[in-house]
């Protein structure tokens, strides 16, 4: 499949177009960023690995019913996607209380949570993704009532397909981020699931050791990122498709820069 122009540079990820109408291919970046840009480096094998962890995890839900923008995986580092309005909002689910919530709540650190707890924000990175309420959603038009609907039913049946799925590999799932998109066919409209789902939108400890096995280990200079990824990749029964991981050369970061606000 010939990718053509680019369509959208995302942190982590490029978007390219394709000849067939209503696809594009997603390339997965080894960037890496935290704390909205201000913390960035470039970690070697980290597109693979979630190129290759994302793809299991949609073709899962995909197999159970819940639609997702997933074609296919076309090499080691991309996908063929449909392509989908984007709704600009990220939708977290939490299991556990950790991250901003407990610096915004002042709730302990591996609080585990009743039930899942949901919240929205809205997708702007110059506003630093904040917290919003439905009823912000609503107010400006960002996703109708259906919409949120449709889009919380199917985030609860991901974080208990989920659960279940890592709990089997001895991962507690904390806490993760998706986001929605409109597809339209035949003038029909429908919501599904776009993006990744991979350790750099999911927090995943460890269950024996609550080792962090995600993007923490970045954003909190945990070091061993990409040891803690393949080891997800690991447990779930894949391996990048050459298995030779050791022809991507996995080295530490580099180019780690922090900007001084
Ligand atoms: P928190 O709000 O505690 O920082 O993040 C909650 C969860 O959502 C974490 O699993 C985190 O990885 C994910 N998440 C929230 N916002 C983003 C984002 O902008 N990018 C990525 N990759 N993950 C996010």
């Not at 392509?83 to 990220?90: A, H, K, S, Y």
């Not at 599904?192 to 991979?198: G, R």
Request: net charge positive; with cysteine.
């Amino acid at each position: 499949m010939n990718k053509g122009k680019k369509l959208y540079e995302g942190k982590a990820k490029i978007l390219y177009e394709t000849k067939e109408k209503g696809l594009a291919i997603q390339h997965f970046k080894d960037d890496a960023t935290a704390f909205n840009n201000q913390k960035k480096a470039n970690v070697e094998g980290k597109g693979v690995l979630n190129n290759r962890i994302s793809e299991h995890i949609l073709q899962n839900l995909n197999q159970a019913g819940i639609k997702t923008h997933l074609v296919k995986r076309l090499n080691m580092r991309e996908q063929l996607v449909k392509l989908v309005e984007i709704i600009p909002i990220e939708v977290i689910i939490r299991n556990i209380a950790t991250g901003s919530l407990t610096k915004r709540l002042g709730i302990a650190d591996g609080t585990i949570l009743d039930k899942p707890l949901l919240e929205y924000s809205y997708k702007n990175d110059e506003l630093g993704d904040p917290l919003v309420a439905k009823e912000h959603i609503l107010a400006f038009n960002w996703a109708t009532i259906d919409e949120l609907s449709k889009i919380e039913e199917t985030t609860f049946r991901i974080n208990d397909f989920m659960s279940g799925m890592f709990r089997g590999v001895g991962i507690k799932l904390v806490d993760f981020k998706l986001e929605f998109g409109r597809l339209w066919e035949n003038d029909k409209k429908e919501v599904i699931l776009a993006d990744e789902i991979s350790p750099d939108t999911c927090r995943l400890w460890d269950v024996k050791s609550e080792r962090k096995l995600d993007k923490d280990r970045f954003r909190k200079d945990l070091g061993n990122i990409i040891q803690a990824y393949q080891e997800v990749a690991r447990r779930l029964g894949i391996m990048p498709e050459t298995t030779n991981i050791s022809e991507v050369n996995f080295k530490k970061p580099t180019s780690i820069s922090i900007k001084k606000k």
